[in-house]
């Protein structure tokens, strides 16, 4: 038989540090600066919404299917190859998403009013010190042990941080990382810029890292191999305006919602094979072209299992 819910694992938390909250199950922060942009909303293919600028030069995808769930790029025009891309996983806090898609709309807004090309493609500037200035400015320190070649800049916690790898060679020799939490598929935040990324972007992003301020997630929201890492905060117990924030009362979508992230926890801690993902990514492409046959839209900012296994990454 199967036992219910635990109410307790639905308790509204005020989690701290922003960057070790994970996700909440929904891109919506991320998507709320370019609510006006247009939509499209894809059945076939990995990419599930693509939200545009007006004329298509700027493009935010959300891949659901995917251990890169985010994948963001600029061009010349809407034919182009993207001049820079950046991809953030299936870990990565969505707020901090919304560090970069509110610089990209500031900067488009000031290049159709000037008609200039626009800030968000022209290219990294240096020093680098320019990139991390939000992180150093909070409090954030040079690691003197990265590797030859490479900056890395830590967090006061030892949990987070930006790596910096200037090794690579041509147009393409730097990139940079923004990461947070301890190497595993469930508890690594990873925000990756290719070499063409303009420096103030980055900054924007690192600078919604940098703050103090918390975030809300429902307890089953936080892995258990993060809660020792994090404050977390019952909504009841916060400020007056943090507790109205997060005290609606749940709609049809956020049951929704709910219901897919605690698939996608059970997932997560469960033994799966290669194959096995993938079977269960088709799967989850094949029930939201059924919902759309039958009337039942299904949620495209939904979480869902990633089918890809993540690359090794360096780890502290």
């Known amino acids: 038989m199967h036992a219910p819910d635990n109410p307790y694992q639905y308790q509204k938390?005020?989690?701290?540090?922003?960057?070790?909250?994970?996700?909440?199950g929904t891109g919506e922060a991320g998507f709320a600066p370019v609510a006006q942009w247009p939509h499209q909303y894809l059945?076939?293919?990995?990419?599930?919404?693509?939200?545009?600028?007006?004329?298509?030069?700027?493009?935010?995808?959300?891949?659901?299917?995917?251990?890169?769930?985010?994948?963001?790029?600029?061009?010349?025009?809407?034919?182009?190859?993207?001049?820079?891309?950046?991809?953030?996983?299936?870990v990565t806090p969505a707020e901090m998403v919304t560090g970069l898609t509110t610089a990209l709309v500031q900067d488009y807004d000031e290049a159709i009013a000037s008609d200039t090309p626009g800030r968000f493609l022209t290219g990294p500037t240096v020093?680098?010190?320019?990139?991390?200035?939000?992180?150093?400015?909070?409090?954030?320190?040079?690691?003197g042990?990265?590797?030859?070649?490479?900056?890395?800049?830590?967090?006061?916690?030892?949990?987070?941080?930006?790596?910096?790898?200037?090794?690579?060679?041509?147009?393409?020799?730097?990139?940079?990382?923004?990461?947070?939490?301890?190497?595993?598929?469930?508890?690594?935040?990873?925000?990756?810029?290719t070499a063409r990324t303009p420096?103030?972007?980055?900054?924007?992003?690192?600078?919604?890292?940098?703050?103090?301020?918390?975030?809300?997630?429902?307890r089953h929201q936080i892995d258990r191999r993060m809660q020792h890492l994090v404050t977390m905060t019952p909504v009841a117990?916060?400020?007056?305006?943090?507790?109205?924030?997060?005290?609606?009362?749940?709609?049809?979508?956020?049951?929704r919602r709910t219901a897919v992230t605690q698939a996608v926890h059970r997932a997560a801690r469960a033994p799966r094979t290669a194959a096995d993902l993938r079977v269960m990514a088709a799967q989850s492409r094949s029930t939201g072209?059924?919902?759309?046959?039958?009337?039942h839209p299904a949620t495209a900012t939904s979480a869902r299992l990633s089918t890809s296994t993540p690359a090794p990454r360096r780890g502290r």
């Open 199 to 218: 420096s103030h972007l980055i900054a924007a992003t690192a600078a919604v890292m940098a703050k103090s301020t918390p975030v809300v997630r429902e």
């Open 127 to 143: 020093p680098w010190r320019d990139t991390v200035r939000p992180l150093t400015d909070a409090g954030w320190t040079l690691d």
């Open 289 to 295: 072209a059924e919902q759309k046959r039958t009337g």
């Open 43 to 90: 059945d076939e293919g990995p990419c599930q919404l693509l939200v545009t600028s007006p004329d298509q030069r700027i493009r935010i995808g959300w891949f659901g299917d995917d251990f890169e769930l985010w994948k963001i790029s600029a061009a010349e025009d809407a034919f182009s190859a993207p001049h820079w891309t950046a991809t953030f996983n299936h």
């Open 237 to 255: 117990s916060a400020t007056p305006i943090a507790e109205a924030q997060a005290s609606r009362t749940p709609t049809p979508l956020d049951v």
């Open 145 to 193: 042990g990265a590797e030859l070649g490479t900056v890395e800049i830590i967090a006061p916690d030892d949990q987070a941080g930006i790596l910096i790898d200037r090794r690579g060679y041509g147009s393409d020799r730097t990139t940079v990382e923004l990461w947070a939490g301890p190497p595993g598929w469930g508890t690594r935040a990873e925000a990756t810029f």
């Open 13 to 24: 938390m005020l989690v701290s540090p922003m960057y070790l909250a994970g996700s909440n």
